[in-house]
């Protein structure tokens, strides 16, 4: 068969069996992310059957559809939200650091791949999904609840965090010094403020200047110029995908809205694509070796996500009752754990398939925490404080009512 007809068939089966694998985790409720690791693990080296003729193409594909969706993740946030998400909930940044990287890294250095691969897990581990996240609010309708502008706040530092991080990671993996890694963290520093100041203090001229009214235009200058600053980017040792969520830092107002509108369904093609490469990279056969250690990594992580959670919500005075369910929603992780592992591959092959084992489990189990977490944790303390009651004839004085509650009480406990 001809290399350009094969290509066209394997590309269109693909693509078609995508959609298929789309349609059916909508239809039982799940995050296509598993179904997508699984069908690259199906058709990557070592499945049931190797794709050959597409695999040039499937890679360019996964490389702009991480560019893709740190594009649209960037669209989401104004300069002034992130600003703002720093000063208020930098300390809850630093908890989820601290509780949610240290198991990665300590499970890298035990597992014996030195700091270089115990850095790139911990990014893994420490990274929540906010695709996921995002989905499993909307779905659940909890988009107007107390503790949501929580869970996006700890899930923007994250992000920009990784604009710190990926630059970081990438200078480590390609074995550069101590002297080297320093110029590459403060290139990504000087560069991120830079643009922070030029979106808080320019952006409507930069909107202005991209602005169009022909939505073909629209999309062919923002794109066009979310690759090349991507490009350049990857150049300055600062990563593409940092590249392309400060792009969409940068852009606010109607082209911000239209820009998302005319991108997203490019955004979905192209991360499925990548999300296919990876499991594609992927031998299936290393998984089961792995999945011992991967799944006690997720435990772990499971409750210091929510562990996160609970302490972000009560900082920001919400009940037990919404702590509770912020945890439980923030457990998933997904497309940016997948980034950070597939940077890191082509120096520590080992990670790939612990990474794609734990993306698979929590990406599957997060959804559950967030339905289940507030449930069970009621229902257990309900049963504790039952426990601990004392007997009728030793205290029978009437527990107090709401409005015996201090303010101070009243507003910590609300929901």
Request: hydrophobic letters at 55%; a neutral charge; zero cysteines.
């Amino acid at each position: 068969m001809h290399d350009t007809t094969a290509l066209l068939v394997e590309l269109g089966s693909v693509i078609l069996g995508l959609g298929i694998i789309g349609r059916f985790a909508g239809r039982i409720g799940l995050s296509p992310i598993p179904l997508y690791l699984l069908a690259g693990l199906a058709f990557g080296e070592g499945g049931l059957l190797p794709l050959g003729a597409s695999e040039e193409f499937t890679a360019i594909g996964a490389e702009i559809g991480v560019i893709l969706l740190l594009l649209l993740l960037g669209l989401e946030y104004s300069a002034s939200e992130l600003v703002t998400s720093l000063k208020t909930q930098y300390p809850s940044g630093a908890v989820d650091f601290v509780l949610n990287a240290t198991p990665g890294a300590i499970a890298g250095l035990m597992l014996g791949w030195g700091p270089v691969g115990a850095v790139a897990l911990a990014g893994v581990t420490w990274i929540s999904s906010s695709g996921v996240i995002a989905k499993v609010m909307t779905d659940m309708g909890r988009l107007g609840n107390r503790e949501t502008p929580v869970i996006l706040g700890v899930l923007v530092i994250e992000d920009l965090a990784m604009a710190v991080y990926l630059p970081l990671l990438t200078a480590m993996l390609a074995g550069v010094g101590l002297a080297g890694g320093s110029i590459a963290l403060l290139i990504a520093l000087g560069t991120v403020g830079f643009v922070l100041y030029l979106a808080l203090r320019h952006g409507r001229l930069i909107s202005r200047a991209v602005s169009s009214d022909n939505p073909e235009m629209l999309l062919l200058v923002v794109l066009g110029l979310t690759v090349l600053v991507a490009g350049v980017a990857q150049q300055l040792q600062v990563s593409a995908a940092v590249g392309a969520f400060l792009v969409g830092i940068a852009l606010s107002g109607e082209v911000a809205e239209g820009a998302r509108k005319l991108l997203t369904p490019l955004r979905d093609l192209f991360a499925a694509v990548f999300f296919v490469f990876f499991g594609l990279s992927t031998d299936p056969a290393e998984i089961p070796p792995v999945l011992l250690p991967a799944a006690l990594l997720a435990i772990v992580t499971v409750f210091t996500k929510i562990g996160t959670g609970w302490y972000a919500s009560r900082r920001a005075g919400i009940g037990p009752r919404g702590r509770w369910r912020a945890g439980g929603t923030l457990v998933a992780r997904g497309e940016f754990s997948i980034v950070i592992a597939g940077l890191a591959v082509a120096t520590e092959p080992r990670i790939g398939p612990i990474a794609t084992a734990y993306v698979l489990i929590l990406v599957i189990v997060g959804p559950l925490t967030a339905r289940w977490t507030e449930p069970i944790a009621s229902k257990l303390q309900a049963v504790l404080a039952g426990k601990g009651k004392k007997p009728a004839a030793v205290d029978d004085r009437p527990m107090p009512s709401h409005d015996d509650l201090t303010p101070e009480h009243a507003g910590r406990d609300s929901d």
